[in-house]
């Protein structure tokens, strides 16, 4: 069974989303769906960077060091579970 979700959204993101979808030849139902789905499957949010030339500066640098080095790196089982660790300290 199938349910309208209703999203407040800027009207331009919109309209450029329809557009993109229609290039693509998906309508954007599908496109928002598949979205959906892979948020729920996967239980996390992918966002990439729009600037892939962008440099990222020194700290930023060094905090992807230390995780890819697995140092210094404090795991949580969901958000909720981090932002209490937050408020902690």
């Given at each position: 069974?199938?349910?309208?979700?209703?999203?407040?959204?800027?009207?331009?993101?919109r309209?450029d989303?329809?557009?993109?979808?229609h290039?693509l030849g998906?309508?954007?139902?599908?496109a928002?769906?598949?979205?959906?789905m892979?948020?729920?499957?996967?239980?996390?949010?992918?966002?990439?960077c729009?600037?892939p030339?962008h440099?990222?500066?020194?700290?930023?640098r060094h905090?992807?060091?230390?995780?890819r080095?697995?140092?210094?790196?404090?795991?949580?089982?969901?958000?909720d579970?981090?932002r209490?660790a937050?408020?902690a300290?």
């Amino acid at each position: 069974m199938n349910t309208t979700l209703t999203i407040k959204t800027p009207k331009k993101l919109r309209d450029d989303a329809k557009r993109t979808a229609h290039k693509l030849g998906v309508p954007l139902t599908t496109a928002v769906n598949a979205m959906l789905m892979q948020f729920v499957r996967d239980q996390r949010l992918v966002l990439e960077c729009p600037f892939p030339s962008h440099t990222p500066n020194a700290e930023t640098r060094h905090a992807l060091r230390e995780l890819r080095d697995r140092k210094q790196t404090e795991t949580f089982e969901s958000f909720d579970a981090w932002r209490k660790a937050m408020h902690a300290r």
